[in-house]
């Protein structure tokens, strides 16, 4: 096969199934010409990613829950082990209790709101230092991020807390790996309906309040964020880094409802 990511080999975190964003990303990277390891948190999931990784011809996939950094350390072996280098990373992992996606932020417990940081915001960087030392030739990473990072989105809460410092964690991490080659990205997706999605409430009226109101007037797709993520995880890209992108079909660019939503 031939493509853009030809010759390029690249470890995906955080397919759960085949709805999940990193699948979207995957897909569009295979379709390419990457080549793919995948990891999975927990068994039930791993009976999930096994199949759709052979998909895409990847017999690669690897347990990791990233609260357990030994299980992090093992993965960065194996890839070490059996490519020698790494190309790209793309990190598609997040976590907050849902019992806190709902009612007021300033609820947070400390326990969850350690949680939150450590699993959706720190293991973002603690991958990023892992992976680094096997981009000689430089490489790219990327991770998620969602709007409501600098926005008020109700029920998002600490996620928003958490996106927030991981989007402070990619414009610091470019700058680190920068003169290593390095690039360091986000893409801000606009709501999609996933498994992570689903926890926080209310996800179908701010599903509906998106698609209603932005200026495309509708909802983003795994596939749309996926080859988004393509033109990141690539060379098109050669020159871009520190950036949050939103694909989201613009919604962030407006500030009030359409005049249609307000006449209803
Ligand atoms: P998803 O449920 O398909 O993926 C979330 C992934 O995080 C799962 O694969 C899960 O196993 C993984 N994960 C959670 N805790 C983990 C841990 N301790 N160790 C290892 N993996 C762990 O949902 P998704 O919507 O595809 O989420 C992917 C990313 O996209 C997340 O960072 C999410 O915040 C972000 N995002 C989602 C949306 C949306 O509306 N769905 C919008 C913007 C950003």
Redesign the pocket.
């Known amino acids: 096969m031939t493509g853009i990511m030809q010759g390029k080999r690249g470890l995906v975190?955080?397919?759960?199934?085949n709805?999940?964003?990193?699948?979207g990303i995957s897909k569009a990277l295979a379709a390419q010409g990457a080549e793919l390891a995948f990891?999975?948190?927990?068994d039930a999931?791993g009976k999930r990613v096994k199949p759709l990784a052979a998909e895409v011809s990847s017999d690669f996939v690897l347990p990791?829950?990233?609260?357990d950094i030994a299980s992090v350390d093992a993965v960065v072996d194996a890839i070490s082990e059996r490519w020698g280098k790494l190309d790209f990373i793309v990190?598609?992992?997040?976590?907050s209790d849902k019992n806190e996606l709902k009612g007021l932020y300033a609820d947070t417990t400390r326990e969850n709101f350690s949680r939150t940081m450590v699993?959706?915001c720190f293991?973002f960087t603690e991958i990023a230092k892992r992976c680094a030392p096997l981009m000689e030739d430089g490489g790219a990473m990327l991770?998620?991020?969602?709007n409501g990072s600098t926005r008020v989105i109700p029920n998002y809460n600490v996620?928003g807390v958490a996106?927030a410092a991981l989007e402070a964690s990619v414009r610091y991490l470019a700058a680190d790996y920068g003169p290593r080659g390095i690039r360091v990205n986000a893409?801000?997706?606009?709501?999609?309906?996933?498994?992570?999605?689903a926890g926080i409430s209310d996800?179908r009226a701010i599903l509906s309040w998106n698609q209603r109101n932005a200026p495309l007037r509708k909802t983003v797709t795994?596939d749309q964020v996926g080859s988004s993520a393509l033109y990141l995880l690539s060379d098109l890209s050669s020159g871009v880094t520190g950036e949050i992108h939103f694909v989201d079909a613009g919604f962030n660019v407006t500030s009030m409802p359409t005049l249609e939503t307000l006449r209803k």
């Open positions: 975190m955080g397919v759960a199934n709805h999940s964003i990193a699948w990891t999975y948190q927990g999931l990791c829950d990233v609260e990190h598609a992992i997040g976590f699993i959706s293991s991770t998620l991020t969602y996620m996106k893409i801000s997706a606009g709501p999609i309906r996933t498994l992570a999605g996800a795994i």
